[in-house]
């Protein structure tokens, strides 16, 4: 736990600046490494001791500032990228400082400006990796001619003139790959997108009618299985099966057209009068299924009469004032009883209304 508590105030909880702070421990590695071979050229007499010194104070302190920089980036609202570009410039500073004092191992140096270049391609958009890529060669190339005019013979003209070119060629191709794998990340994100887009898509097509946007059949009955895991008593939960009087008269006389906004009306009539805790599905053609968890048989007659007020009044255009009624079958689960036990009895009741004369609630 202390452990985990050190590394939640190191990191914070945000997982945008955690991939940060993995990008920034990255570079730390390839500081220390690079630390260490500075350290064994001053060893050796291939780099001088002051200079060098001074190079890894620097580092160090640049390091830790970038440490807190990152910490404190959603405080002062700093981008991913522009402390990406802002690391790389302080590290192609270092790079080039230590070209300078490296001696005859300096063209090794040059790796490590290439290698933050690539690492640009992680957060850097890639106008900006390639500004990086020329004002690296701007920079060095300024370094290495000011070298060979103060100290030409240990910075010979021409070892220093191919040396440019070869880190030219390493730093274009670099940027040029960088640009590309940017390209192809944003569009592997552009993918996901619409992956993710289709996926909720499907899944809101696969629980929900789409005429009239309840529950379909298949969803239902894994709310049902939820609701009976939930309750291994009854506890008063009701079922109600309810279908449209005289549908097929409509679809008949008025057309199917007519029939879908039936349908559809009575979906937001019978949806106005339901509680938080209920759920409507269309259990087929004109049949509904309302489950009523928790409820007493009494309240969930008052549920059923409040939705048939609502669809009496209901407006549907085109079927010159018909009124819209609909039959339901009302059961009370029973302790223990599996739902479609309940939901036969409430069929059962259903067929009673209907013989009964339709338009009215019986009770199982």
């Known amino acids: ?105 300096r063209a090794a140096v040059l790796v490590m400006a290439v290698l933050t270049i690539v690492f640009c391609m992680f957060a850097a958009r890639p106008r900006q990796t390639l500004l990086l890529a020329a004002g690296t060669l701007v920079a060095m190339g300024a370094t290495m001619y000011w070298l060979q005019a103060r100290d030409p013979l240990r910075h010979p003209p021409m070892v220093e003139a191919i040396t440019f070119g070869y880190l030219a060629g390493a730093l274009l191709a670099t940027a040029v790959l960088s640009v590309e794998m940017s390209k192809l990340r944003a569009r592997l994100k552009q993918k996901r997108r619409e992956l993710t887009e289709a996926l909720d898509t499907i899944r809101v097509l696969a629980t929900v009618d789409e005429l009239t946007s309840l529950v379909n059949r298949r969803r239902m009955h894994e709310v049902l299985a939820a609701e009976e895991r939930r309750q291994a008593e009854g506890r008063g939960t009701c079922i109600a099966l309810l279908d449209i009087d005289y549908f097929k008269q409509v679809n008949d006389q008025y057309g199917h057209a007519a029939g879908d906004a039936v349908l559809r009306s009575f979906s937001q009539a019978a949806r106005a009068s339901l509680r938080a805790n209920d759920v409507l599905a269309r259990w087929g053609g004109e049949e509904f299924l309302l489950l009523l968890p928790d409820t007493a048989p009494e309240d969930a007659r008052m549920v059923l009469e409040r939705m048939a007020e609502r669809v009496h009044t209901m407006p549907i255009e085109g079927l010159q004032g018909r009124r819209i009624s609909f039959s339901a079958g009302l059961a009370t689960r029973r302790d223990g009883e599996p739902f479609a036990e309940a939901i036969h009895r409430a069929d059962k009741a259903l067929y009673a209304a209907k013989q009964a004369g339709r338009d009215r609630i019986m009770v199982a």
């Open 1 to 105: 736990m202390p452990l985990r508590r050190l590394a939640l105030f190191l990191c914070g909880s945000d997982p945008g600046l955690r991939r940060m702070l993995q990008y920034w421990a990255a570079t730390c590695v390839l500081y220390v490494a690079c630390i260490l071979l500075l350290l064994a050229q001053v060893a050796e007499g291939m780099a001088d001791p002051a200079a060098s010194y001074r190079l890894i104070g620097w580092g160090a302190c640049g390091t830790l500032a970038f440490y807190l920089l990152i910490r404190a980036s959603g405080r002062l609202r700093l981008a991913p990228d522009q402390l990406a570009v802002s690391q790389a410039v302080f590290s192609l500073a270092c790079c080039m400082a230590a070209y300078a004092i490296s001696g005859p191992l």
